[in-house]
């Protein structure tokens, strides 16, 4: 069974950067595709960014493209999301997921943090 804690979120201003990390345990992380997926008050859970086992291929939502980044280092069984110029509407609690296959559906994700709040203020 794989665990995943993320870590990083907090309030900032609008233009601001943080840097979201999930750490994996349980399994063998580089047999999982990762990703990241975000949810807002009222909404339904959304996509954000994906990458596949060793980073050969990453998918990106486009209101993050070029301002997001998703990496990992699979020697530290940790994944990340550098998010750059934030915006208001990046407000959500922010979830890593981890998968067979890098994917932009939500279905497609078996393993899941407990989220990491990040604000946006104007």
């Known amino acids: 069974q794989v665990q995943l804690v993320e870590s990083g979120g907090g309030l900032v201003q609008a233009g601001g950067s943080l840097r979201l990390s999930c750490a994996a345990s349980g399994g063998t992380f580089s047999t999982y595709a990762m990703g990241w997926f975000r949810q807002a008050p009222g909404k339904e859970r959304e996509f954000v960014a994906a990458i596949s086992r060793y980073g050969a291929t990453i998918y990106y939502t486009d209101s993050v493209k070029g301002r997001f980044t998703i990496s990992r280092d699979n020697a530290k069984n940790m994944v990340y999301l550098q998010m750059n110029t934030l915006k208001p509407e990046d407000t959500a609690v922010y979830y890593c997921?981890?998968?067979?296959?890098?994917?932009?559906?939500?279905?497609?994700?078996?393993?899941w943090g407990q989220g990491t709040q990040v604000t946006v203020s104007s």
């Open positions: 997921g981890g998968s067979i296959l890098a994917s932009t559906t939500t279905s497609q994700y078996r393993y």
